[in-house]
């Protein structure tokens, strides 16, 4: 079953009212965005339009009644579509002025008398706006406090509703089946670039939207680096091969990793895979309510400490998943997140061996009241090999 | 012939001469970058990873001597195969200093006599780090006097090498052989989001290694919105179809349109077909040195206008591109950038017809010292009418 695309407006009725108890909680008289995830989140506004660095985008969530958009003309028909009745719009590119007297006006309606703005500032965040203007912006606006929300939408984002889950599970289980297949097909792809051009390809084939992000590459006996495009290099009988894809739909990622040996495979790329995979299983075990994030990360470390394994160079072994490849929170040491239900978490083990070798895993699973489902189909306990 | 991919080391060593002579004219010590395309450009290190709202990411250019990079650790294996020497890591993430202590150190480290730290600020720039931490590292660098940069970045980037001109037009060539096969599978895909599906597939398979961008739709007689993501809507005999895409090969963009009727066009929209297709004509005859960003909108605008065409809501009629969808200039009345050889525009002519229906074209172009130079493969004269 393909989930319906879009959400009904009950979807985001209740993200407002949530976020109002949290802005009446936190005294912020309004909530300013210009970013991509919480534009979206609060309105449904779903375009690739982003991907043009010239336009700012705002919203404003008052602390009563509903959004407020300010943007560029260009997307008044797209956002038009959405739930969003309030639309404020100005003829975009304008350097002199790019919607800042605008965003003032609408800021300034909707602050209270305590005038505190609250916005993301904090860890994870970017300032999708020229900082000279936002400078200006806060010159302009003297006597009002702008203040860090990112505790607030942060909690927010990180529940996810059962809509939103049914979206991301989709793509897993899509995805699933394109790295169940790639044993079919992968002789047929002569080099690094050419497989993963295939699993692009594979992918849109299955019905996902995007494939937004692919990475890995392959090595004699194992691979050194996890975030590069593919080389040139051709696929070669005892390479180990990893793809670490985030493919998405309807605006929603999956973002899981598979590995592979090509005809053959040494004692150490095996036993470094089942480590790895028994540490997905401890971090699996660990991911429920009551523990937090670095008790998962905990529960995977040991079992890669006990194997004798040396860190990994990734500063985390997991993240939360959803409108964004990462998010919030990290399956790490300093982060002590408390497991709730909703909750949608990738388990991203990995360490090194024979030198600078690599080997990760990745998952993704929904924290639920009576325990973690996993929404990838889970990796083989051994590591594939691949035979002609 | 397929472009090689990255760049000789001497692409790098000129992008870094012509900064430091900018740096020099401007009195800045340091640049200092956060963003994907800046990094790319003075190190090549491309990867996905940004997607990954996680980890900042820094670059100091000094006014003597070699970029330094300052990144998570994950970062290192990667940007270690680009030609840069000085790779300063930290685990990241790390909450609580991410990279800040690091950054602040280096940024003292090549801080002159007059303390001058250049950064874009301006127009079409984000702050790719988390606000607090960038009020941190000023208020911990307290004397040094952070500058906005944008204009010297701006007019380095600007400018391509034939190196860069060379993957932008090898792109618009793969997509254009794209755009011409359309005829030929479209009537197989039912609705818009097959249509969608079937042409970035035919887009990898031509080569490119991805549609990051693809906007449309169809409408019948004609479409009203440019920017959104498919609808499941049936493509019907009548409908106008415009697809936009912006794809990549080797981190440079193409950015093009085409527009098609299926079956049968009415004389409104063949119309509009006609007048935008003049304005692309008269934008391109005016793309030449000597004349401005300006003087090129004015000439599209002219042909619109005195065909009694009506303002379209993009607020520009083309722009800059290269590693992005969109970069700086604008053709438009307030942009009054000199044409320079080595400069790659969109002319991107719209209009509104039949009441809100909209007729957008969009063609890429390089500037050349005896006139421009087409890249990808005109649009037909006349709207196309596809036929089962």
């Known amino acids: 079953m393909i989930p319906e695309r879009g959400f009904p407006q009950i979807e985001f009725e209740q993200r407002l009212e949530k976020a109002q108890q949290l802005m009446n909680d936190s005294n912020l ?81 909707f602050s209270g008398s305590s005038k505190t703005i609250g916005m993301p500032m904090g860890v994870e965040s970017v300032l999708r706006m020229p900082l000279t203007d936002f400078v200006t912006l806060q010159e302009q606006m003297k006597g009002f406090h702008f203040r860090d929300a990112t ?50 390809m594979e992918c849109l084939q299955q019905g996902v939207d995007d494939v937004s992000y692919l990475v890995g590459g392959a090595g004699p006996g194992g691979y050194s680096d ?22 998405v739909f309807d605006g929603y990622f999956c973002d899981f990793d598979r590995n592979y040996a090509l005809e053959h495979a040494d004692d150490a790329v095996r036993k470094a895979y089942r480590v790895v995979y028994q540490a997905t299983e401890a971090g699996f075990e660990a991911a ?51 497991m709730e239900p909703g909750m949608v978490l990738t388990l991203e083990p990995g360490m090194q061996f024979s030198g600078n070798k690599l080997m990760v895993h990745e998952e993704n699973l929904v924290i639920r009241e009576d325990g973690p489902e996993m929404i990838t189909r889970r990796a083989s306990a051994e590591l594939p090999v691949i035979c002609r």
């Not at 609060?42 to 602390?63: A, D, H, K, M």
């Not at 699933?176 to 790639?182: A, D, Q, R, T, Y």
């Not at 994030?293 to 990994?312: C, H, I, P, W």
């Open 29 to 109: 008289d309004v909530l300013f965005f210009c970013s991509e995830a919480e534009v979206r989140y609060f309105t449904g506004f779903l375009t690739q339009f982003w991907q043009s660095p010239t336009r700012p985008w705002f919203l404003c969530i008052p602390q009563k009644g509903n959004p407020v958009a300010v943007i560029p003309e260009i997307g008044a028909d797209c956002m038009g579509r959405t739930w969003i009745e309030d639309i404020r719009t100005w003829s975009s590119p304008h350097p002199e002025d790019d919607g800042i007297s605008l965003i003032q006006k609408t800021l300034e309606e």
């Open 151 to 200: 505790p607030l939408i942060r909690q927010l984002r990180m529940i996810k509703s059962e809509r939103e889950i049914e979206k991301i599970s989709h793509v897993c289980q899509m995805v699933s089946n394109v790295f169940e297949s790639l044993p079919e097909w992968i002789f047929e792809e002569p080099t690094e670039t050419d497989v993963f051009r295939r699993f692009k």
């Open 226 to 247: 996890i975030i590069s495009p593919p080389s040139g290099k051709k696929i070669t009988p005892g390479d180990v091969l990893i793809l670490d894809t985030g493919c």
């Open 288 to 338: 429920v309510v009551g523990n937090t994030t670095a008790d998962v990360f905990q529960a995977m470390n040991q079992v890669l400490e006990s194997n004798g394994a040396k860190g990994g160079q990734v500063g985390r072994m997991g993240h939360g998943l959803g409108m964004q490849l990462t998010e919030w929170p990290s399956n790490a040491p300093f982060d002590h997140t408390m």
